[in-house]
């Protein structure tokens, strides 16, 4: 829970020094796999301010700094660089499976959940 805290508030302040937009642009449209690119590349990349696409440094450095930051609480068989570079993976591929999730969530919510009555 502290990592992900750590990582958030990490994120929210490159966010602003950055000036990145963090949050996720849905696309909503489109095959299945672009979909799914689409959704994997906006973990990677980010909207500035001014509209442009460009690395989502805000994303990547705050997961970092978190991820850093938890070698400092971790007992020390649980410390070191793999297992940091581990949880930095972890981490990204969590933002992925929420990005998906963002991306496909409102479609499988329709779905399965407003089906229309059929004679209606």
Known sequence: MVDSVT????????CV??????????????????RT????????SAKSD???RQVNWSNILG???GTVL??????RPERGLGLTVNRFGVGLAWGVTGGLADE????????????KKTGQ
């Open 70 to 75: 938890s070698n400092t609480y971790y007992p």
């Open 17 to 34: 020094v950055l000036k990145q937009d963090p949050r996720y642009f849905r696309l909503g449209e489109g095959s299945t796999i672009h």
């Open 104 to 115: 496909f969530w409102p479609d499988i919510d329709r779905r399965l959940f407003h089906k």
């Open 7 to 14: 990582s958030g508030l990490a994120s929210s302040g490159f």
């Open 63 to 65: 997961m970092l700094v």
């Open 50 to 52: 001014k509209g442009q």
């Open 37 to 44: 690119l689409y959704s994997v590349a906006q973990q990677l």
